[in-house]
């Protein structure tokens, strides 16, 4: 995954131990203070992780995802892939992605969500959220995506 840290001069030594931490993980790092015009290197980013002047990562404030990107998230692609051509509910969903059916809120935030706001995946009944029989579907940019994912 591509990491977008954005820094101040006052964090140095807890940007290099976390970058050193994420790197060990396997991930791709890319640091603010690196780039003179860093709104490229976002686009292509996953997260952006934000450091405050303390050096802590807020956590409301630290990953935000810009939803207006041209590029598609990993989990929004595996979301379009399970989904496919089909109607489904949340749990067939959740089951299919592999989560456990207890991980309610981390499917929400991290698929369902920037799913949603990026306009690939609609609602059965948008008005309703929570209503126990919401079901799931593809809109015409998500099947764009969907058929770009299988190379039809």
């Given at each position: 995954?591509?990491?977008?840290?954005?820094?101040?001069?006052?964090?140095?030594?807890?940007?290099?131990?976390?970058?050193?931490?994420?790197?060990?993980?396997?991930?791709?790092?890319?640091?603010?203070?690196?780039?003179?015009?860093?709104?490229?290197?976002?686009?292509?980013c996953h997260?952006?992780?934000d450091?405050?002047?303390?050096?802590?990562?807020?956590?409301?404030?630290?990953?935000?995802?810009?939803?207006?990107?041209a590029f598609v998230d990993l989990r929004v692609r595996k979301m379009i892939q399970v989904i496919g051509k089909a109607t489904l509910p949340r749990r067939q969903i959740v089951a299919d992605l592999g989560l456990k059916q207890r991980?309610?809120?981390?499917?929400i935030y991290n698929y369902l969500k920037p799913s949603v706001v990026q306009g690939y995946v609609t609602m059965s009944n948008p008005d309703i959220?929570?209503?126990p029989?919401?079901?799931?579907?593809?809109?015409?940019?998500?099947?764009?995506?969907y058929k770009e994912l299988m190379g039809e």
């Open positions: 995954m591509k990491i977008f840290i954005r820094e101040d001069k006052g964090n140095k030594k807890y940007v290099s131990e976390i970058k050193e931490a994420l790197q060990k993980a396997g991930h791709q790092v890319l640091l603010s203070s690196d780039y003179i015009d860093a709104r490229d290197a976002l686009q292509s997260v952006c992780l450091l405050t002047a303390a050096g802590k990562a807020n956590d409301k404030e630290s990953l935000s995802r810009p939803f207006d990107r991980s309610r809120r981390i499917f959220p929570s209503k029989d919401q079901t799931y579907k593809l809109t015409g940019k998500g099947l764009r995506i």
